[in-house]
């Protein structure tokens, strides 16, 4: 058994070909401040399909997809069989007249299918929208999914198990929308089989296919929704391919090695189904679908499959990364497997402790006497999604980097913070059928608003990388004036209350100081008080420990902007239905703060409640 110390620098890093580590600035009159890559973007294709058609002639026996099939087998799809599959799916498109205003809808998660009848659709120019499974399996009144659907219209709707969406497909899809399954039809409505989706393939498909060009929309994106109600993002060929070219020359080494990756990353997200997806068809590598998470119980099966796959690139959440450690120490296999060929480990979607990070760096170096650059950047739905990156060691893990080549970032004074805009061929044209939300999504000189703050890792030298600093539309003022910058106090109330706060929401706005709506870890919150009862949000000791969290971190907070006056403890966890939380399980702090208004009242009442936490003056 490997046993981590701290993290020892003097181990040198596995060195691999990255991009440059440099930046051009310009500072401009009125505050804003320009940063851009010196790198010129190199050309990119008019579509994505250009690719997969370069490898099925190059490389037609090389694995593109692979998947565990019920008897634990890795059932596979070559780059040549993927290209036929793909012609003859988009012919069956074609017949089925399907178009921007009939779109597929894709309500089931990763697999080989979805990623065919992905292929197929871009292939024929038909865009295709991946939708959040939890609407159609955690939602209770799938009034997402229902939204959704009135929005895109869609044509033809693909579910891998027709039995599990059964519900969603019946209660939301029109009896003249066409469905298609893979397996088990759902009862007391018609389906096509994905088997028989196919057509033999005609001039018609070879026609639709060359009439693809950059501005054909690929598919349709949802938001998350952390900060409102999703959206549809149009994603275009332009968007795809150019993206690809940025990660390209930032993540040099895949120009000389195709990627081999083994990736759970949901497909209706942006950073799998665009970037993750995108990599290994770009650049002529390997997928292996994993069907684990990054939670306890579905982790073990992302074990087995690193056991058995060495990557080259591996991503995951830090979340992922933290509950691959015990496996990593206990297990040498999998640490010498995990470490023998990756180039680069690569988080996103939220800050990495930094014990992961050193105890991932000692296992690396006990395994194969390298440490391996431990890397992250910043994107979104709408840019593709990379738009920063860190090709370079920082003593910040979190440190997004800098502009991707072909891309242009405007910071923007903003109450005290820097504003984030970006411009270039990967930002998306806007909203499909939301004018509205398009209308607000570009300043006048064409720049896309983040709706992010970011501020200099080191405002010497901008060549260090940059640091979120929140987001804008979070922000608040209290009463007096005094801005509260939400992200950083959130972030510093759940790291200060670990382990015994999943998430919180902060309160204040227009009022004299701060409160919070905190979602307690029940587990955590049991195990302190040694009771099992139901009741334990009012157990004394839980009580009386949050209590001293509050007073304790009160005390040494800079003014009112950072310090917190009350809390009170949610017994309802945050709502899917109520747009309270995202399918990525974040909070969505303006509908809690909505929906819960009377809570919010509660923790500003003249007479206090006894459920109010308080600090101790």
């Not at 003249?176 to 089989?193: Q, S």
């Not at 004074?413 to 607000?440: C, D, F, M, S």
């Not at 939380?581 to 007479?607: C, P």
């Amino acid at each position: 058994m490997a046993q981590p110390v701290h993290a020892d620098r003097t181990v040198p890093l596995r060195q691999v070909a990255l991009g440059p580590q440099d930046v051009i600035v310009e500072r401009r009159a009125d505050g804003c401040i320009l940063l851009r890559s010196p790198q010129p973007l190199g050309p990119y294709p008019d579509k994505l399909t250009e690719r997969l058609t370069h490898w099925a002639s190059t490389a037609p026996d090389r694995v593109l997809f692979a998947q565990r099939d019920a008897a634990g087998d890795w059932r596979k799809v070559t780059y040549a069989q993927a290209l036929d599959r793909a012609r003859a799916i988009g012919q069956a498109l074609l017949e089925r007249k399907l178009s921007p205003d009939r779109p597929i809808a894709i309500l089931s998660g990763n697999d080989i299918e979805h990623a065919l009848l992905g292929l197929g659709a871009i292939y024929a120019g038909i865009p295709y929208a991946p939708i959040s499974p939890a609407y159609s399996l955690v939602s209770t009144d799938f009034g997402r999914l229902r939204s959704i659907f009135e929005l895109i219209t869609p044509g033809l709707v693909f579910a891998a198990d027709g039995e599990s969406f059964a519900r969603a497909l019946t209660a939301v899809v029109p009896d003249d929308v066409e469905i298609v399954v893979t397996k088990n039809p759902p009862p007391n409505r018609a389906a096509t089989l994905f088997a028989d989706l196919k057509a033999t393939p005609t001039a018609a498909i070879d026609a639709a296919h060359d009439a693809v060009g950059p501005d054909t929309i690929a598919k349709f994106l949802f938001t998350s929704g952390s900060t409102g109600i999703p959206k549809c993002v149009i994603n275009t060929q332009r968007m795809w391919c150019s993206n690809q070219v940025m990660l390209r020359q930032a993540l040099a080494f895949m120009q000389s090695e195709p990627p081999v990756i083994v990736d759970w990353a949901p497909w209706h997200h942006t950073a799998g189904g665009n970037h993750d997806v995108g990599l290994v068809i770009y650049n002529g590598g390997t997928f292996y679908i994993d069907d684990g998470k990054p939670m306890p119980g579905a982790i073990d099966e992302t074990v087995r499959n690193l056991s058995e796959v060495a990557t080259t690139w591996y991503f995951t959440v830090p979340k992922g990364f933290e509950a691959l450690l015990p496996f990593l120490r206990n297990d040498e296999k999998l640490r010498r497997t995990f470490f023998s060929r990756v180039k680069m480990l690569w988080f996103a979607g939220a800050a990495l402790a930094q014990h992961v990070f050193d105890d991932i760096q000692d296992l690396a170096a006990q395994a194969c006497g390298e440490r391996i650059l431990f890397s992250t950047g910043f994107g979104s739905t709408e840019t593709a999604p990379f738009a920063l990156a860190r090709t370079w060691p920082a003593e910040n893990a979190a440190n997004m980097g800098l502009p991707a080549a072909g891309m242009e970032l405007k910071l923007v004074p903003n109450e005290g913070k820097l504003e984030a805009r970006v411009r270039g061929p990967n930002i998306t044209p806007g909203y499909w059928r939301q004018p509205h939300y398009t209308a607000q999504a570009y300043d006048e000189e064409g720049f896309y608003k983040l709706g992010d703050a970011f501020k200099f890792a080191d405002p010497n030298d901008p060549k260090q990388g940059l640091l979120f600093d929140g987001r804008i539309a979070e922000d608040f003022k209290l009463a007096t004036g005094t801005w509260v910058h939400v992200g950083p106090l959130r972030a510093r109330f759940i790291d200060h209350c670990a382990p015994y706060v999943r998430d919180v929401v902060i309160a204040g706005a227009d009022r004299d100081d701060i409160a919070v709506l905190v979602f307690p870890n029940i587990d955590a919150c049991r195990a302190l008080c040694g009771d099992a009862a139901a009741d334990v949000l009012n157990h004394p000791k839980l009580r009386a420990h949050f209590t001293e969290l509050l007073t304790g971190m009160a005390r040494v907070s800079t003014g009112s902007s950072t310090k917190i006056c009350r809390a009170l403890l949610m017994e309802e966890p945050p709502s899917l239905d109520r747009a309270e939380m995202t399918d990525k399980g974040s909070i969505n702090q303006r509908a809690v703060l909505t929906q819960r208004k009377a809570l919010v009242e509660m923790l500003y009442a003249d007479t206090p409640s006894p459920a109010i936490i308080r600090i101790e003056e």
